[in-house]
């Protein structure tokens, strides 16, 4: 079960024209969600799921973000061809990137993952 995001959140980060693709189901919202917090784990050493009850709001909203840029690429990818174009897709696919990049850098360079035991050399 996803944690650190929804759906609602996913489709306003991929935009309307993936938030109106009706070949998108909720199950595929949460397998990428859930995939989103395993590349989390990947990057920091950090199982975010596990102690996200206990964690701070600021510390809450920047895994949201996360999480949720991630999904909302892989939401974008499913079918590209529903955007007017190609280079539309992309921006969306680069700025949701950028959020997840932006969050990453951040919980390494303030060691938020290594109070928890995470590794700062993941990547």
Do not use: C, H
Request: charged share 25%.
């Amino acid at each position: 079960m996803a944690t650190l995001s929804n759906s609602g959140k996913v489709k306003l980060a991929a935009g309307k024209v993936v938030s109106d693709n009706a070949n998108i189901t909720g199950a595929n919202y949460d397998q990428w969600i859930e995939e989103a917090e395993a590349q989390l784990l990947a990057e920091t050493g950090v199982e975010w799921v596990n102690i996200f009850s206990g964690l701070t709001a600021v510390k809450k909203k920047l895994l949201e973000s996360a999480a949720t840029a991630w999904a909302a690429v892989d939401a974008i990818r499913f079918d590209t061809r529903v955007f007017p174009t190609s280079g539309y897709a992309l921006d969306q696919i680069n700025m949701n990137l950028d959020r997840w990049d932006r969050a990453i850098a951040k919980l390494k360079d303030t060691n938020i993952s290594k109070i928890f035991g995470g590794s700062q050399e993941s990547s």
